[in-house]
C-alpha cells in the first residue's frame, strides 16, 4: 500500500466513523472474551442446525423414497460436516481470520459503543413497525414508524420526516393498492388508514 | 440468432421494459455509490416479480446489476471504501493513485475498462448461444441433475477459507428448500405441524431476512459514508486527468484490457465463482505477468486498475452464461434472476437457446444498454451522484427497509412471512458476524426443487444406468476438474489479497 497513510485522507473524506477492515488493537484479554463469545454463538448456531437436520432425518422416514432422497442425503452430509465444525469451534484458541468469496463480515470501526447503540436504534425501530403492522395495519405503521425513526433517529426535521410519511403512504397506496391490488391483513387493534380513507382507496 | 436479435430489440424497446430501466437506473447509481454495499434493488424487483411481465423483471435485475458494477469503484477509488465485494480490489492501486492526485486518471480508465468490459462479457454471452444450443442437444435430465448439483456446492467448495461453512449452508438451504408439499410422492415434507409450510418458505421473505436487512443494518451501524465536501472536491480535482485515463487504458494497456476482460468472462462463467472471484483473479494475473508489477502494484499501478475494473464487469456477461443456459446461478443476484425467471415461468435451460432465445438476447442487450447508458451518465454527472451518496445511511436505511418489508410481505401476501424474514435476519446477522458465507443457501434454495425435478425424471427414464450415459460422465469429470482448478486459483488470489490488503483504518 501508498506510504502515505489512507487513515488521514480517510477520515477527512468521511463523515462516519467506518473502518472498512479492522480497528483499534485489542488486548489479549479482549480477544479471549471475544473468542469465548464468538465461539458460543457459534455453537448456538450450529445447535440449531444439528436439529433442524435431525427433524428432518427423522421426519424423512414417514416419506417415499422418492421425496426422501434429496433431504436425507442433505441430512448425511450436513450432519457430520456439522460435528466437524463443532468440534474446530471448541478447540480452537484464536478466532480465525475468515476469507470468504461472496460475503463479507459486519464492519467494526474504533466506537464499539455507538455502533451498538445504532444496531439496536435500527432493531427498535423494525421492532416498532413490525408491531404497528400487527395492530394498526400497513398503511399507518409503515409510513409512520419510518417516519418517526427518521425524526429521532436520523434528525431530519419535521417537515422532511413529514415529507417521507406521505410519500411512503403514497408508494403503499399507489403500487400496492392500487396497481397490485395487494390484499392486507386484518390488524389485531384497528386499521385508522382504512377507517378515513379505505372508500376513496377502492374507488381508484 | 439475427432474427432473434432483432426480435430481442422490439422487445426491449417497448414501453414496459425502458420505464423499468428509468425506475432502476438512479436507485442502482446510487446504489454502487454507498460505501460497503447498495440498496436491495433486486430484492424489491423480486417482491414484484409476480406482478411484472418476466422480461421487464428480468431486465430490471440485469440492468441494475450492471449500471452498480460501473458506479461501484468510484468509492474505492476516491475513498480507499470498496462500493461492494466487486470493488475490493480497485482498492489496492485506485486509492494509492487518488493519495497521489491522480484520480482522475484511475477514474477514466475504470470507466473504460468496466464500458469496454461489460461489452465484451455480452459478446461473449451472445457468442456462446448458439454454441450452447448445440451442446444442449447432447444434455438429458441426469446431465442438468448433476449441474443443479454443481451448481448448490461450487459456491462451498470455492469458499477459501471456509469450506466446510460454505458445504454446511449448501446442504442447509437444500434441506430449507425441502420443506413444503412435494408432487414427487404426495407427501407434505417437515412442516412441523404447521399449515404455513405446506407451500414451503417463501424465497423473498429469506432474501430480505438473510441478505438486505443485515446489510442495512451494517449500513447504518457502521455509519460509513462519502463526505459531501470531499468527494465533490476530489471529482471537481481529477475532471482534467479523467479523459487522459481513459485514453490510458485503450491505447497503451489494450492487451492487459482485453486480457482482463476475457478472464472476468471466464471467471464470471464457471459455476459458483460468480463475480466477486473474477476480478481478484485478474488482478492477481496481470501482477504476475505485467513487466515491473510485482514492484509496482498496490502503489498506485494504473494496471492493477485496468485489471481488475474490467474483469468486474465483463463477469456480468460471464455469470449469465451458467444461469440462463444451464440454470446455475453464479451470485445471490443471479439466483434472483433465476427465481424470477422461474416465478414468470421460464425456466432456464434448452428453452432459453431455442424457442425463448430472444429472451436471452434481451438480456444481452440489456447488458449493452446499460454499459453504454451509464459511463457517459457518470462521466458527466458523478459529481451530483456522488452528493446523493454522501446522504446519511441513518437516512437512506429507513425507507429502504419499509421497502424491503413491503416487498418480502407482497410476494405471497402471508403476514407469517414477515417473521419469517425475522428469524432469517437473526440468522443472517449471524453469519455475517461469524464469517458463514450466506449465498450458498439462497442457491441451494433456488436449486434444489430443479435438482429434485431432474433427478426424478432421470430416475424414472434411466434408473441408475444415468451413470454410464458418456455425457454424465464428461460433466462429471469437468466437474471435478473445475473443482480443484477452483479451489487452487482461489487459493492464489487468496494469498494476494491476504498479502496485499492491509486494514484501512478511516477513522
Not at chain 2, 158 to 168: D, E, H, I, R, T
Request: glycine share 10%; net charge neutral; with cysteine.
Amino acid at each position: 500500500m501508498s506510504d502515505s497513510s489512507p487513515q488521514v485522507a480517510g477520515s477527512e473524506a468521511l463523515g462516519g466513523t467506518g473502518t472498512a477492515t479492522g480497528g483499534v488493537p485489542e488486548s489479549q484479554e479482549e480477544q479471549v472474551r471475544r473468542r469465548r463469545i464468538e465461539s458460543a454463538g457459534e455453537a448456538v448456531l450450529l445447535g440449531l442446525v444439528t436439529a433442524f437436520f435431525v427433524y428432518l432425518g427423522i421426519d424423512s422416514l414417514g416419506w417415499p423414497l422418492s421425496a426422501a432422497l434429496i433431504p436425507r442425503l442433505a441430512v448425511l452430509v450436513g450432519l457430520p460436516l456439522v460435528g466437524y465444525r463443532l468440534f474446530v469451534v471448541m478447540r480452537r484458541t484464536v478466532a480465525p481470520p475468515t476469507r470468504m468469496i461472496m460475503d463479507t463480515g459486519f464492519r467494526s470501526g474504533d466506537d464499539p459503543a455507538n455502533e451498538a447503540k445504532r444496531f439496536f436504534w435500527l432493531i427498535a425501530y423494525m421492532a416498532l413497525m413490525s408491531t404497528g403492522i400487527v395492530l394498526f395495519g400497513f398503511h399507518t405503521a409503515v409510513p409512520l414508524a419510518t417516519a418517526v425513526f427518521m425524526y429521532y433517529f436520523g434528525k431530519v426535521g419535521l417537515f422532511r420526516s413529514a415529507l417521507l410519511f406521505v410519500l411512503l403512504l403514497s408508494l403503499v397506496v399507489l403500487v400496492y393498492d392500487v396497481f397490485i391490488s395487494a390484499r392486507w391483513p386484518q390488524p389485531l387493534l384497528f386499521d385508522p388508514f382504512n377507517a378515513l380513507f379505505g372508500e376513496f382507496v377502492r374507488s381508484l | 440468432m439475427g432474427e432473434a436479435l432483432v426480435e430481442a430489440a422490439g422487445l426491449l424497446f417497448a414501453w414496459g421494459p425502458i420505464l423499468g430501466f428509468l425506475v432502476v437506473l438512479p436507485v442502482a447509481l446510487l446504489s454502487g455509490l454507498i460505501p460497503g454495499g447498495g440498496l436491495p434493488t433486486a430484492v424489491v424487483i423480486l417482491g414484484f416479480a409476480w406482478t411484472l411481465d418476466p422480461l421487464v423483471a428480468a431486465t430490471m435485475v440485469v440492468f441494475s446489476m450492471a449500471a452498480s458494477d460501473i458506479t461501484e469503484p468510484v468509492p474505492s477509488i476516491l475513498l480507499g471504501i470498496p462500493g461492494s465485494r466487486t470493488a475490493q480490489a480497485t482498492i489496492l492501486d485506485g486509492y494509492p493513485l487518488a493519495q497521489q492526485g491522480k484520480a482522475g486518471l484511475a477514474l477514466g480508465a475504470s470507466y473504460t475498462c468496466t464500458l469496454i468490459g461489460g461489452l465484451i462479457g455480452a459478446a461473449a454471452l451472445l457468442i456462446a448461444l448458439p454454441m450452447a444450443r448445440h451442446l444442449l442437444q447432447y444434455f438429458g435430465a441426469a446431465e442438468f441433475f448433476l449441474l443443479a448439483l454443481m451448481g448448490i456446492f461450487a459456491v462451498g467448495v470455492v469458499s477459501q477459507g471456509a469450506m466446510v461453512k460454505g458445504l454446511l449452508t449448501s446442504t442447509f438451504g437444500i434441506g430449507i428448500a425441502t420443506i413444503g408439499y412435494t408432487p414427487v410422492g404426495n407427501v407434505v415434507r417437515a412442516d412441523m405441524g404447521l399449515t404455513y409450510l405446506w407451500e414451503g418458505i417463501n424465497l423473498t421473505p429469506i432474501i430480505v431476512g438473510l441478505f438486505a436487512l443485515p446489510e442495512l443494518i451494517d449500513l447504518v451501524a457502521s455509519d460509513t459514508r462519502v463526505s459531501k465536501k470531499a468527494g465533490s472536491t476530489l471529482l471537481k480535482e481529477s475532471r482534467s486527468q479523467v479523459y487522459e485515463g481513459m485514453l490510458l487504458a485503450i491505447r497503451k494497456h489494450k492487451l492487459l484490457l482485453l486480457r482482463s476482460s476475457l478472464i472476468g468472462t471466464f471467471v464470471g462463467a464457471m459455476p459458483g465463482l460468480g463475480g466477486s472471484a473474477g476480478h481478484w483473479i485478474s488482478y492477481a494475473s496481470a501482477q504476475a505477468t505485467e513487466k515491473g508489477a510485482k514492484e509496482t502494484f498496490g502503489r498506485g499501478d494504473i494496471r492493477g486498475v485496468i485489471a481488475a475494473d474490467s474483469a468486474n464487469n465483463s463477469s456480468d456477461g460471464g455469470v449469465l452464461i451458467p444461469t440462463v443456459i444451464f440454470g446455475i446461478p453464479g451470485s445471490p443476484g443471479m439466483a434472483i434472476l433465476l427465481a424470477i425467471l422461474i416465478i414468470g415461468g421460464t425456466s432456464p435451460g434448452p428453452s432459453m437457446v431455442t424457442d425463448k432465445l430472444p429472451f436471452t438476447m434481451a438480456l444481452v442487450l440489456t447488458l449493452t444498454i446499460a454499459n453504454i447508458v451509464v459511463v457517459p451518465i457518470m462521466l458527466f454527472a458523478a459529481p451530483f451522484v456522488l452528493k446523493l451518496a454522501s446522504i446519511r445511511p441513518a437516512v437512506l436505511a429507513p425507507p429502504a427497509i419499509a421497502l424491503v418489508t413491503l416487498a418480502a410481505y407482497s410476494s405471497n401476501f402471508r403476514t407469517a412471512d414477515l417473521l419469517v424474514a425475522a428469524g432469517f435476519m437473526v440468522l443472517g446477522i449471524f453469519m455475517k458476524a461469524y464469517g458463514w458465507p450466506r449465498p450458498p443457501i439462497l442457491i441451494a434454495i433456488v436449486l434444489t426443487p430443479i435438482l429434485e425435478q431432474y433427478m426424478n425424471i432421470a430416475t424414472n427414464a434411466y434408473g441408475w444406468s444415468m451413470i454410464q450415459r458418456p455425457q454424465f460422465l464428461i460433466i462429471l469429470g469437468i466437474m471435478v476438474v473445475a473443482f480443484v482448478y477452483s479451489a487452487k486459483m482461489q487459493r492464489g488470489a487468496g494469498s494476494t489479497q491476504e498479502t496485499r490488503s492491509e486494514p484501512v483504518d478511516v477513522a
